[in-house]
C-alpha cells in the first residue's frame, strides 16, 4: 500500500504535500518523498523512514513553486532503498516529469526485458519506473497522448500523480483497485489517496477519481479523459477492513461506518455469550464498538496501546524474548480478569500477534477468550498493492478455522462471510475485489506472468 | 514528571532497563540514559529523545554488568540539554556512583548556593545534583550513612535510584508523592516507578517501597531502613489522573479502574442529556467509559488519535497555521454529525486544546457540545514534580468555571469536585496532595523558597 | 580533471582501489565512487568529499569481488551532486556495467539531445553518461563491439574504464589527451591515471596505454584493440606542469625532471639579479630548485604551507577577510627580511592567489620581488577536461605580460616560452596540446559545438 | 603538546579563535573547543577532531560576546574523550570560569585524591582539572588571590588562559617551560601559544608572557603580576626542535633560523661525502637547507609529502600492510636513482618511521643513504607536555647509536650533540630544558610522584 498527495496551484504546494502525506503516513511508513514544480523546474526531496523524521530539518524553500505531488512508500515490489522512493523524477526529451504510483503492476517484469532490450537503462527496481519509461519512448504527440500511450500497455493496478512543469495529472485505473480523490481549496485543486486529509488542511471534498479516468489538472482547470477500455469495477475491500483511516471516506462512503456495520454483523453471524467486548487497538475499534451493538455486550478497553512503538525500535537480545507485542500492546488486569471476553480484530494475516495477544489477555486472568474477526479468512496473495505473504505464510491458506483457534488457544475463533462483509459497504458486491479471500483475481494472468508472481509456486495444487 | 527504572543482579540488565524505560516513556520524553555497573565500574549511556531513537543504534555490550538503572527525563527543573540527563554519574572520594531522580526538591537553589561558597562545582542545572554533592561532602562512615546525612538536608519530592558499584539503593521521600514499586524476577530485584513495566519483562510485584523508606539492595539481599522523622503522607493524586498507564497499579490500586470510576462520579455528579459520550484519545478513553455507564449513555470512538504525531514534528509555515491538533487528533464526521456529544477528557490545563477540540467537534456537525472533565480545576502550580505552567497560564487559575464554559464554545462544562474525585480512590483522602487543586501544600515554605519558586510571584493578590 | 584506477583478479580489489583513488587525491577532490564486481553483480560505493572521509566507515567487505575500478571527480562538466559522482552504474539489456571517465566529451550535449529524443532517460549530468546510454542501445554482437560503436559517436578526451561482471576494459582516447598506464602485481593487473600508485600498492609498471588502443582484460588475459581512425596526439602539456604528482612517469617521463628543466630553462630564458630562489609550495618546488641550479642562486623555503587547509575550512565573516591565502600558505620573515627574491610557481591562472604571494613577500620585508613562471601565460579555455575558467576569468586572457606585472605588484614577471617548455619533455613538440597557451585546439569545432560550449562568447574578437 | 589562543575586547573574538586555533592546529589535532565571554555569560563549543571540522557547521552566533579563548588538545594525561577537551567551563560560587592548559602538572594525582577526600567531584580525567577545583575552593577574596593560592598548590609545566566573563588571564609557570606572547589589534589583546598566530589574523606581537608571570586583561588594560618563588628557567628545546612552526618565533627567536642552524651545525660535527642533501619532509626542510649550506652539498627534494593523509585514514586489511609510509611520503626516483643520499630528519622517536624511509630510498636506487638528525637521542621520557612514549619505546633509550643504524639499515647515522644543539641558539644553554636527551628534570620529584609518574618504571637500573 502507498500514500499519494498532490496540490495544484497553491503559494504552499510543498508544505501542504507534507501535511498531506502526514496525514497519509498509516498507508506506508518506509520513505518518502516530495517534487514540487514552479513552472519551469522540478524540485525533489526525498528519504528514508517517516515524513516527520524525513522532513524534521527540511528547507521547504528549496521545494519551490505552487504545484507539488508527494509519496509514502510502503514496499510492494522492490527493494527498500533510496533510490526506490518515489516520487520517480526524470529528464527526458521533452523536460522533467515526477511519478507517485499507489498499487501493482503485474506486467512489470515483462515489460522492463522489453524496454532494457531496447536499451533503456533503469534506476530503481520499482516497478512503477516502466510506467516513465514508456511515456519517454512513445511518439505521442502531446504529453497526455505519450501518458495514455504508457498506460495502454501496463496491467495491474494504480492510481497515480504525475508532476510536468506546467501540469499536475492523475489516473485511476480501469478497474478501481485504489482510491483516489479530488479536492478543492481557495482554488487550488488537491488529488489524495484519502479523503481525511482533505479535513487535516482545510480543502473540501469535490469527487472521487472514476476507474479509468484521467484528469488533467493545469491553468486551464480541470480536464477529463476516458481513453481506457471498459472493465469490471474492482475496489479493493481491505481499504474498508484495514488500509483507510476510521476518518476517510473511500469508494463512497464512511470507512469508520462500514467497519461498525461489519462488526455489527459480525456480532449478529457469530454471537458468543460473554462478558465484555474489547479491540485489538486501534484498528478492531470500530468494529468492536459495531459487535458491542450487535451482541448487546458491553464494551471496554482492555488492552492499551503504546504511543511510542515505532519504527527504529531495536529488538532485545535473544535471551530476553517475545516482547515486541508486550511492548506495543499491554493488557488491564483490571479489567479483564475473571471475565469471558470477546476480542475483536480487524484481521490476520500470519496470526502470530492474533496468539500473543490471546495468551495475554488469558494470562491477565481472563476465563474465556473469543476471538473474532471482522474480516474473512485472507487465503490468498494479493497482486494489487497490498504487501500481503506468500502463501505459505498465510494462516488461512494452510489451516483450517479449528486449527487456527488452536494454534491461537482462543476459546473460539470466528470470521465474518464474504457475503456479510460484502453487506456492509452500499457499492453492489461484484464492484469489490475480494481476491485475497476467495482466489478470483479480476485481471486474468498470462503463464508468463504467473510463473514472474510466483502465483502458485507455493501450492503444488492450484486452486 | 520522569520515569526510573533499576535492576540488581540479572545478566541483561542494561537491556532489561532499556525496556523498563520504554514502558515508562509517557512519564518523559526529553532524554534518558541508562547506568549499568560490572561490580568494578560503572558505564554510562545518554542521549537527547525517545528511549527508541536513543538506543537505537547502542551498543548495549558497552553496558556491562549485572546491574543498571535508567531515568527518563521529562523536564521540571533545569534547561534541557545533554548535560542534564539523567542518571547523574560522578567519581568521588569513595569511587563512583549515579543517581536518578523522579520528583522535584524546593530547597534546591539554597542548597547549590551553600555547597559552591564551600568549593563545590556543579555539571548541570539540575536540581537531584545537590544530593550528589552532598553525599561527596558527606563525612558519614558507610555510603549509606552519607545517602542519609544527604537527604536530611533536601526538602521536597523524590523518589530515587542510586547505583554504585556494588548497591542499588532505592528511596522515597517521607511524603510518597511519587510511587516506587519493588519486583522479583529469577532471583533479580527490580525497582520501578510504574507496576506495568513488571508485566513487561515478565516480573513479579513484591510492594510499594513505603514513604521514608530507604532499601539496600545488594548481595545481603534487600535490606529496609526507616531514617527520617514521620511526615504526613502526600501520594500525588495527578498520577492517577493522568501520568500513570492506566495498565499500572500505583499507590495500592489500579489506576485504569481509579479513572473509570472518576468518569463514573463525574457523570452522576453532572449528567446531562446527550446522544453519545465520546473520549478525548487516549487519555480520556477510561473516563469516558465510566462515565457512559455512570449517564446511561452509548459510548463511541468520535476522534482519531494519529499514531506518527511525534516529537519530531515541524510546524509548518504561518500562513498554514492551527494545524497542531487536526494532525493529532482528527473527528469522525459519521460519529458525530446531528448528535448531542458528551467529550471526556482527563484534566484541563491551558484549554488550548480543549477549546479546539470543541470546535473540531461542533464543525463535524454535532448539534451540542458538552465537556466533562474527569478531575477538578487545576488552579495552582506543583512543586514537586509535574510539570505544570506558572499560574497566569492556568485557565482555572484566572477564569471562573463559565468564563472557562465561554472560552472553549462548549454549551456546557462541568468539572468532578474535588470530593468526588477522591472517592474514586479506596485510600483515605487525607494520604493524597491536591495542592495543584486547592492550592494546600503539603510542605511548609520558607519565606525564601517562596521567593525562589516564584510562588505568588504572578498574582498581586496570594490566595 | 579525475583520477581512475582499476584491478583485476586480486582478492583485496576495492582495497587496492581504495589505496590506488587515496594516491590519484590530487586529481580530484570533489567525490569518489568504487565499483567491485564478483563475477556476478556489480558493487557501489560513492560519495562527495575526500576519499579518506568517504570511505573512513566503509565496510570494504560489501564491495564483494577480485574486480574493481574506482573514480576521483573533480567537476568538468556537470553539477556538484551526488548522483554526478563516478563511476556510473547501470543495469541494461546484456546486465550491469559501471564506467570511470577521465577527460571531456565535446559532443556530449548533442548526443544527449538525440538519445533523449529516442527515449533515453538521463540520470546525471555528467557528460560521461552518454557512452553509458550508447552501449545501451548499441546493437552491437558483443559487449566489446558495442563499446567501439559508442565511442566511434562521441567527440573528445577520454580515458576510460569499464567494468563489467566479468571484464575490465581500459581506453584511451586516439589523441591521447589524458594518460593511463597498465601495470601488474602477483598476476593482477592495475590500470591507472598515474604510475606513482604503482609503488603505492608494490605494483610493477608495464606500460603506458596507447592513443586509441582498448584493452580488453579478462580470465583470458589482457587483449588490445586498436579500433579507431588514427588521428595526430596531443597529450595534455599540463599533466606535467600542474596536475600529475611528481613522483609519476607521466607520457613516458619523469613528471619532477620535467618539471626541474622547466625551471632550468626558465632561468636561462630570464633570470635576474637577485639574492634567493623560492618556491611557491609544493607545486612549484622542483621548477624552484631546477630554477636555482639554472640562475644560479641560492635556494630556500620562504614560505610555510600549512596541512591543515582542506576543503571543509569555513571562510570567517565578512569583517575578517583575505585570510584565505594566509591559512594556506605563511611566510618566513627570517628568510625574506630583506632579500632580493626570485619567486617561482607553476602557473598562474586567475591570478588573485599570486598577487596575495607578492604582498606577503613584500610585507614580511623583502627588497624585491620577482615572479617566475614554469608555464606559458594561460590565454585559452581547455575543452578536454581541464576545468579552466572562462577566457573572461583568465587574467593572461585579457592583460599583457606587463599589466599582470602591475597587477601582481611584483617587480619583473617572466614566464617560460612555449618554445621552452616544450625543450623540457623528451617526446617531440607536435604530439602535445598546448591549446590552452596558443587557442590551437586539436579537434576541429562544429559551428553547433562552439556555440554550446561557449567557446568565443566572451570575446567580441575570436582569434 | 596543546595550543592556546584568546583574545580580548574584540567584536569578532569568537572568529578569530577559530582562525588562531586553525593556525595552531599543529600542536594538537585530537580536539578543539572555544569559550566566549560576553560580559555576563560563558558560552562554549567542543568536538574531538580537527578545527575545521569541528567548526564546519558552527554557528559562531551562539558564541557571544568579545572575549574568547580557545584549546587544541593533543592527549598528554587523560583519555581522548569529548569530555577531556579544554577549555574546561564550570559555574562555582563566584561565577563562570574557563580554562585552557598547555603543559602538564606533575603532582595532579596527589592533589585529585586530596580534592575528592574532601568532596571535591571531579568530570573528567585531564589534570587541568585540579587547578580549577583548587580555584573553587579558596579562600582568596579576589579571583585574582584565588588563582595564585592554586597554582602555588601545582607543581609541573603550565601555559594558561583562563576566561571570567569579566577578564582574560594568561600564566607562565616560573620555569617558562611552554611559550606564551601577547599581541595586540586595533586595540583588542591576543595571547597566543605561537607568533605565527599573530600574522595570520594581523596583529602585532607586543612581548612574551615572561616565565612566572601573570597577565591580567580587563577593561583596566593589561596587569601584569609575578607572585611566584623563581626558580631556574627551562624553556622546551623541543618547541624549536620540532613543535613550533618554522614562522613563529618563540622564546625570543625564530624557529625556522634555529632549525637552519642546527640543520649547519650537524654538518660540521658530521658531514660525508654524499651526492645530495634531502629532507623528511616537512619538518626536516630547515633542517636539511642548513645542512645543505654547512656541508657543501646540493639540496634536492627526494620525498614528495601527499597533502591528503589526515586523521581519518582507515588502515587497509592485514594482507596490504605497511602502506602508512608510502601513503604520506613516497620518493621521487629520478633524483635518487644512482645517488649517495644525506637524508636529513628532526628528530627519532620510536624509529619505526625512520627505518621505512632509509628503505624506500634504498629501493629507489640510492646508493648510499646516510641518516643525519638534528636533535639529540631522545632518551627520556617528557613530564612537561610532549606526549613522548615510555623509556622501553624510545629507542635511543635501549640501543646504541650503532645499534640504531642497523635497525634503520642507513649506511651512516649520526646525531647532533647537545652541545652543537645548544648553540644553534641565541638564550643561554641553562635556560633550556633539555631532560629528554640527558635525564636531569628541572623539577625535584617526590619518591610518591616517581611512583605515580612511572618514571623509572620500565628500567631496573635507574640513571
Redesign the interface.
Given at each position: 500500500m502507498c500514500g499519494i498527495f498532490g496540490v495544484f496551484n497553491h503559494?504552499?504546494a510543498s508544505?501542504?504535500v507534507?501535511?498531506g502525506l502526514?496525514?497519509l503516513?498509516?498507508r506506508g511508513q518506509e520513505g518518502s518523498g516530495i517534487v514540487s514544480s514552479d513552472g519551469n523546474s522540478l524540485y525533489c526531496e526525498k528519504g528514508i523512514g517517516?515524513?516527520?523524521?524525513i522532513?524534521?530539518d527540511?528547507d521547504?524553500s528549496r521545494l519551490k513553486g505552487h504545484s507539488a505531488i508527494g509519496h509514502n512508500r510502503y514496499s510492494t515490489y522492490g527493494e527498500s532503498v533510496m533510490i526506490n522512493v518515489q516520487p520517480i523524477v526524470?529528464?527526458?526529451?521533452l523536460g522533467s516529469m515526477a511519478l507517485a504510483h499507489n498499487g501493482n503492476l503485474v506486467n512489470a517484469h515483462f515489460l522492463r526485458s522489453e524496454l532494457?532490450?531496447?536499451?533503456?537503462?533503469?534506476?530503481s527496481t520499482v516497478d512503477s519506473e516502466v510506467i516513465?519509461?514508456l511515456i519517454?519512448?512513445?511518439k505521442g504527440r502531446t504529453f497526455l497522448d505519450r501518458v495514455i500511450d504508457s498506460l495502454k500497455r501496463v496491467k495491474g493496478a494504480y492510481s497515480l500523480l504525475i508532476l510536468t512543469e506546467k501540469e499536475l495529472i492523475g489516473v485511476r485505473d480501469s478497474y478501481g483497485f485504489r482510491p483516489l480523490s479530488l479536492g478543492e481549496m481557495d482554488g487550488s485543486y488537491i488529488l489524495t489517496s484519502e479523503s481525511?486529509t482533505f479535513?487535516?488542511?482545510g480543502a473540501k471534498f469535490i469527487r472521487d477519481i472514476l476507474p479509468g479516468e484521467i484528469v488533467v489538472i493545469s491553468d486551464r482547470g480541470v480536464e477529463s479523459y476516458m481513453p481506457f477500455t471498459k472493465t469490471r469495477e474492482a475496489m479493493c475491500i481491505f481499504e474498508h477492513i484495514y488500509f483507510a483511516?476510521?476518518?476517510s471516506y473511500v469508494f463512497g462512503e464512511?470507512v469508520?461506518?462500514v467497519r461498525r456495520k461489519m462488526g455489527y454483523i459480525l456480532a449478529k453471524e457469530s454471537n458468543v455469550e460473554a462478558d465484555i467486548v474489547i479491540p485489538v487497538p486501534?484498528s478492531g475499534?470500530?468494529a468492536a464498538?459495531g459487535y458491542s451493538e450487535g451482541g448487546g455486550l458491553p464494551?471496554?478497553?482492555g488492552i492499551?496501546?503504546?504511543?511510542?512503538?515505532?519504527r527504529?525500535?531495536?529488538e532485545?537480545?535473544q535471551?530476553?524474548r517475545h516482547?515486541g507485542v508486550?511492548?506495543k500492546l499491554?493488557?488491564?488486569?483490571?479489567?479483564l480478569k475473571g471475565k469471558r471476553v470477546v476480542v475483536v480484530d480487524d484481521s490476520i494475516v500470519r496470526g502470530t500477534t492474533s496468539r500473543k495477544i490471546v495468551s495475554m489477555i488469558r494470562e491477565s486472568g481472563a476465563r474465556e477468550v473469543h476471538m473474532r474477526i471482522a474480516s474473512p479468512p485472507v487465503r490468498f496473495p494479493c497482486f494489487y498493492g497490498i504487501d500481503t505473504p506468500t502463501r505459505k505464510e498465510l494462516i488461512a491458506s494452510k489451516s483450517s478455522v479449528e486449527e487456527t483457534r488452536r494454534h491461537l488457544t482462543a476459546d473460539t475463533l470466528e470470521y465474518i462471510s464474504i457475503e456479510g462483509m460484502l453487506k456492509a459497504v452500499s457499492s453492489s458486491p461484484e464492484k469489490f475485489c475480494v481476491a485475497c479471500f476467495n482466489g478470483e483475481y479480476p485481471i486474468p494472468f498470462t503463464n508468463e506472468e504467473i510463473r514472474q508472481l510466483g502465483l502458485f509456486d507455493d501450492s503444488s495444487d492450484p486452486e
Amino acid at each position: 500500500m502507498c500514500g499519494i498527495f498532490g496540490v495544484f496551484n497553491h503559494p504552499e504546494a510543498s508544505n501542504l504535500v507534507y501535511l498531506g502525506l502526514h496525514g497519509l503516513q498509516h498507508r506506508g511508513q518506509e520513505g518518502s518523498g516530495i517534487v514540487s514544480s514552479d513552472g519551469n523546474s522540478l524540485y525533489c526531496e526525498k528519504g528514508i523512514g517517516l515524513v516527520s523524521e524525513i522532513f524534521k530539518d527540511a528547507d521547504f524553500s528549496r521545494l519551490k513553486g505552487h504545484s507539488a505531488i508527494g509519496h509514502n512508500r510502503y514496499s510492494t515490489y522492490g527493494e527498500s532503498v533510496m533510490i526506490n522512493v518515489q516520487p520517480i523524477v526524470v529528464n527526458y526529451a521533452l523536460g522533467s516529469m515526477a511519478l507517485a504510483h499507489n498499487g501493482n503492476l503485474v506486467n512489470a517484469h515483462f515489460l522492463r526485458s522489453e524496454l532494457e532490450a531496447y536499451g533503456s537503462i533503469f534506476q530503481s527496481t520499482v516497478d512503477s519506473e516502466v510506467i516513465i519509461h514508456l511515456i519517454a519512448i512513445s511518439k505521442g504527440r502531446t504529453f497526455l497522448d505519450r501518458v495514455i500511450d504508457s498506460l495502454k500497455r501496463v496491467k495491474g493496478a494504480y492510481s497515480l500523480l504525475i508532476l510536468t512543469e506546467k501540469e499536475l495529472i492523475g489516473v485511476r485505473d480501469s478497474y478501481g483497485f485504489r482510491p483516489l480523490s479530488l479536492g478543492e481549496m481557495d482554488g487550488s485543486y488537491i488529488l489524495t489517496s484519502e479523503s481525511s486529509t482533505f479535513d487535516l488542511i482545510g480543502a473540501k471534498f469535490i469527487r472521487d477519481i472514476l476507474p479509468g479516468e484521467i484528469v488533467v489538472i493545469s491553468d486551464r482547470g480541470v480536464e477529463s479523459y476516458m481513453p481506457f477500455t471498459k472493465t469490471r469495477e474492482a475496489m479493493c475491500i481491505f481499504e474498508h477492513i484495514y488500509f483507510a483511516r476510521p476518518d476517510s471516506y473511500v469508494f463512497g462512503e464512511s470507512v469508520n461506518l462500514v467497519r461498525r456495520k461489519m462488526g455489527y454483523i459480525l456480532a449478529k453471524e457469530s454471537n458468543v455469550e460473554a462478558d465484555i467486548v474489547i479491540p485489538v487497538p486501534d484498528s478492531g475499534v470500530p468494529a468492536a464498538l459495531g459487535y458491542s451493538e450487535g451482541g448487546g455486550l458491553p464494551y471496554d478497553n482492555g488492552i492499551i496501546r503504546s504511543h511510542y512503538v515505532g519504527r527504529t525500535f531495536i529488538e532485545p537480545k535473544q535471551s530476553i524474548r517475545h516482547f515486541g507485542v508486550r511492548l506495543k500492546l499491554n493488557p488491564v488486569r483490571e479489567v479483564l480478569k475473571g471475565k469471558r471476553v470477546v476480542v475483536v480484530d480487524d484481521s490476520i494475516v500470519r496470526g502470530t500477534t492474533s496468539r500473543k495477544i490471546v495468551s495475554m489477555i488469558r494470562e491477565s486472568g481472563a476465563r474465556e477468550v473469543h476471538m473474532r474477526i471482522a474480516s474473512p479468512p485472507v487465503r490468498f496473495p494479493c497482486f494489487y498493492g497490498i504487501d500481503t505473504p506468500t502463501r505459505k505464510e498465510l494462516i488461512a491458506s494452510k489451516s483450517s478455522v479449528e486449527e487456527t483457534r488452536r494454534h491461537l488457544t482462543a476459546d473460539t475463533l470466528e470470521y465474518i462471510s464474504i457475503e456479510g462483509m460484502l453487506k456492509a459497504v452500499s457499492s453492489s458486491p461484484e464492484k469489490f475485489c475480494v481476491a485475497c479471500f476467495n482466489g478470483e483475481y479480476p485481471i486474468p494472468f498470462t503463464n508468463e506472468e504467473i510463473r514472474q508472481l510466483g502465483l502458485f509456486d507455493d501450492s503444488s495444487d492450484p486452486e
